[in-house]
Nanobody, 128 residues
Framework: EVQLVESGGGLVESGGSLRLSCATSGLSFDDYAIGWFRQAPGQVREAVSRISGWDGRTHSSDSVKGRFTISIDNAKNTVYLQMNDLVPEDTAVYYC?????????????????????WGQGTQVTVSS
């Protein structure tokens, strides 16, 4: 059984930082890409960043480039999202998800519907 469990969310002031973790089990990183998505109240779920479990290639949305960094720890089966310079617009529930890595050029910009396994989400709230 594949499981993804997010942690690390919370309340932070504007300009602050948080690191989210996505602990995985039941899948091999060699075969999957792991992505972070977020959804604010009344908004559609949007892509944040994703990483290839095979070679570590990454892709991030323009709204977080230069502020958020995605990384992978194969030994811990965990993917991280380091979020710096947070702004109130980053407030959302953050989800991690897994998509089959077929191939990276497709997964790099694949929509949320192409990700087949999802965690339960973790709330991030940035105060102004």
């Amino acid at each position: 059984e594949v499981q993804l469990v997010e942690s690390g969310g919370g309340l932070v002031e504007s300009g602050g930082s948080l690191r989210l973790s996505c602990a995985t089990s039941g899948l091999s990183f060699d075969d999957y890409a792991i992505g972070w998505f977020r959804q604010a109240p009344g908004q559609v779920r949007e892509a944040v960043s994703r990483i290839s479990g095979w070679d570590g290639r990454t892709h991030s949305s323009d709204s977080v480039k230069g502020r958020f960094t995605i990384s992978i720890d194969n030994a811990k089966n965990t993917v991280y999202l380091q979020m710096n310079d947070l702004v109130p617009e980053d407030t959302a529930v953050y989800y991690c998800a897994a998509a089959e890595l077929v191939p990276w050029s497709v997964v790099a910009t694949a929509p949320p519907v192409d990700f087949i396994y999802w965690g339960q989400g973790t709330q991030v709230t940035v105060s102004s």
